[in-house]
């Protein structure tokens, strides 16, 4: 009762005070080609609220400056129907701007198909979520079939409209050109992999929007900066960055969240206003 009514509280005040971040992405790529620079954040830290406040607030209060996704895990997968803190906890999150997508593990093509198909289906029936995040993807082409069906059953859900797979590094052009997947994670690694890494020649052909890099390990604030400007550079369109290090670094969101948010956002307000 007590967490129903102090997120209760939240929305109201984020009906007046948090615009829509569809329409304020819709307004920015009505005045520039390229798409803007987006957080792409493996939420798989537990909704609860803290001192009345929820610990997911931090993302909805970052959409309003920049658009923000974030990859739904409740447990390696959706593991059932939401339960009433994921239930409040995703309402705070899709009322406030924040595009969601649910996680489905792959195991690089091998997962049997219909196992991932039912977490397709539970994600669409149960948690509302706008697209799915393929993890443990595969990169080769010997999976290009497997990941297609999957790619055309989740698409034929008219809500799941974003697919995105991880295989966290280079992956073979028909990915894209098939297509297989809208986005791609090219990069998942310590982020001082990251200065020395080179994209696949391909990327350069496409718009970024179908790029997206996750750093962790990232201690310094000042490298968190500089690796952003390196995305946007290499044609990178969704971004996350994190000094956590441990086992799990998707468990917390980086001490420097508020700077990451608007190191995106100055990206974003450069390609408005070029010098």
């Known amino acids: 009762m007590l967490l129903s009514i102090a997120v209760g509280a939240i929305f109201k005040s984020i009906k007046l005070d948090f615009p829509s971040a569809q329409s304020s992405v819709q307004a920015a790529d009505s005045k520039q080609a390229a798409p803007k620079l987006q957080a792409l954040i493996p939420l798989y830290i537990y909704p609860q609220m803290i001192n009345g406040r929820s610990n997911w607030l931090p993302l909805v209060e970052a959409a309003r400056k920049i658009p923000v996704v974030a990859i739904i895990n409740p447990n390696s997968g959706p593991g059932g129907k939401p339960n009433s803190d994921y239930a409040q906890g995703l309402k705070l999150l899709q009322q406030g701007g924040v595009k969601t997508i649910g996680y489905v593990a792959t195991n690089y093509g091998k997962r049997p198909i219909e196992q991932v198909k039912a977490d397709v289906d539970l994600y669409h029936a149960h948690f509302n979520v706008q697209g799915i995040f393929l993890d443990e993807g595969a990169s080769g082409p010997q999976q290009l079939n497997y990941y297609s069906e999957i790619y055309r059953y989740i698409k034929s859900k008219k809500q799941l409209q974003q697919v995105i797979l991880n295989p966290g590094t280079h992956l073979d ?52 900066q500089s690796y952003i400007e390196l995305a946007v550079k290499r044609n990178i369109g969704y971004v996350y960055i994190t000094n956590d290090a441990d086992s799990n670094p998707w468990d917390s969101l980086p001490s420097y969240w508020s700077a990451e948010v608007e190191a995106i956002r100055s990206q974003n307000l450069a390609a408005f206003y070029p010098q």
């Open 173 to 224: 052009e028909a990915y894209f050109s098939k297509p297989v997947t809208d986005q791609a994670v090219i990069f998942e690694n310590f982020g001082k992999e990251w200065p020395t890494y080179e994209t696949s020649p391909y990327v350069k052909k496409y718009d970024r929007k179908h790029f997206a890099l996750m750093l962790h390990g990232v201690i310094d604030q000042a490298k968190m």
